[in-house]
């Protein structure tokens, strides 16, 4: 028996009817056709598929549909704001902290959520913050600079050095 839920995304709001079983992730992806929310391991285990669920990041892969009933939810294409990329954006970009970018829009969404409550942390925090969400490409130094330099631009200090590290 379908169900029927509201959610707000990205913004947006939506009435849909789903199927109770019916993963988060797979709602975004296929009813909304938000693809850039991305399905790797289908056990929580690699945060691909994170989202922000009323400002906090989850792994869509671990939450049902029916549970974001009334909920506000960000994905990856709801980041950049009037065209312009946002800090984390413009830090994955400026300090080469993709390489086949499959890990990035989980990796943007949970740095979001780590500078919203710490928008100064430490590589150690930083590091710590990222922990749930796997890169399989980069070794993460860039990723962490790319956070510290957004988390610099958040705070309107001098941007850090976007020379990459290459390992």
């Keep these: 028996m379908l169900k029927q839920i509201?959610?707000?995304?990205?913004?947006?709001?939506?009435?849909?009817?789903?199927?109770?079983?019916?993963?988060?992730v797979?709602?975004?992806?296929?009813?909304?056709?938000?693809?850039?929310?991305?399905i790797g391991c289908d056990t929580s285990s690699c945060g691909a598929c994170t989202i922000l669920l009323d400002g906090k990041s989850v792994k869509s892969c671990t939450v049902l549909a029916v549970q974001a009933n009334g909920k506000s939810i960000t994905t990856i294409e709801g980041v950049a704001k009037d065209g312009q990329l946002s800090p984390l954006q413009e830090g994955f970009k400026e300090n080469h902290g993709l390489h086949c970018g499959f890990c990035t829009p989980g990796m943007i969404l949970r740095a979001t959520e780590l500078l919203a409550n710490n928008p100064n942390p430490t590589e150690e925090e930083i590091r710590w913050g990222i922990a749930g969400n796997l890169c399989r490409c980069t070794g993460y130094n860039n990723i962490v600079k790319a956070i510290q330099y957004a988390g610099a631009k958040i705070r309107g200090e001098e941007l850090p050095s976007t020379e990459p590290e290459f390992v």
Excluded: S
């Excluded at 797979?26 to 991305?38: S, V, W, Y």
């Design 6 to 24: 509201t959610v707000t995304v990205n913004g947006e709001q939506h009435t849909l009817e789903v199927e109770p079983r019916l993963l988060l």
């Design 26 to 38: 797979h709602m975004i992806r296929e009813l909304l056709n938000l693809t850039g929310t991305h």
